[in-house]
T-cell receptor, first 111, second 115 residues
């Protein structure tokens, strides 16, 4: 597995964009970048994934650097409900294998 | 539609007792995963079932842990002779097929407390 590194915690003001970085310098060419989040006392929730192009959905945007060694998850207008732990993982699509989550980034949205 | 369900939602047990945790995946999902999350830690993979293939047990922390998946649907995680370090939230997830992590759905978890 390509390992990822994320800052342990971040603060963001409510209404501002939250930018969560992730380093994955050993990512392989066929591995995707996935983001999940876990709100307190709930199970993890899928957010977005991408291979090399930037992606956007109703929840967030994912910016992947050209060398694919890092990425940034962007929550465009953070709300208090976005307070959660955000996990960045890299996996090959449809690979019959397990997921390994790290400790993630604990995002605090400040009112 | 119905999501992944787990029972019980909370379980308090005495050290040394056995416990069984249940997971009902989304109907039709062939892949089922068990994870646990200790206080302040990230998710830790435990075991993975895919269809009728032999499960990947490489994440089980000790031989006190075992899991079954009957009929390709419901799964039970059993912890024998529980220890205090087993206290954690145990999460189950299912997905339509192996490796389809974009559609991995998690249950609410079972909070296990060993006293």
């Amino acid at each position: 597995d390509a390992k990822t590194t994320q800052p342990p915690s971040m603060d963001c003001a409510e209404g501002r964009a939250a930018n969560l970085p992730c380093n994955h310098s050993t990512i392989s060419g066929n591995e995707y970048v996935y983001w999940y989040r876990q709100i307190h006392s709930q199970g993890p929730q899928y957010i977005i994934h991408g291979l090399k192009n930037n992606e956007t959905n109703e929840m967030a945007s994912l910016i992947i650097t050209e060398d694919r060694k890092s990425s940034t998850l962007i929550l465009p207008h953070a709300t208090l409900r976005d307070t959660a732990v955000y996990y960045c993982i890299v996996r090959a699509m449809n690979r019959d294998d397990k997921i390994i989550f790290g400790k993630g980034t604990r995002l605090h949205i400040l009112p | 539609g119905a999501g992944v369900s787990q029972s019980p939602s909370n379980k308090v047990t005495e050290k040394g007792k056995d416990v069984e945790l249940r997971c009902d995946p989304i109907s039709g999902h062939t892949a089922l995963y068990w994870y646990r999350q200790s206080l302040g830690q990230g998710l830790e993979f435990l075991i993975y079932f895919q269809g009728n293939s032999a499960p990947d047990k490489s994440g089980l922390p000790s031989d006190r842990f075992s899991a079954e998946r009957t009929g390709g649907s419901v799964s039970t995680l059993t912890i024998q002779r529980t220890q205090q370090e087993d206290s954690a939230v145990y999460l189950c997830a299912s997905s339509p097929e192996a490796g389809n992590y974009a559609e991995q759905y998690f249950g609410p978890g079972t909070r296990l407390t060993v006293t």
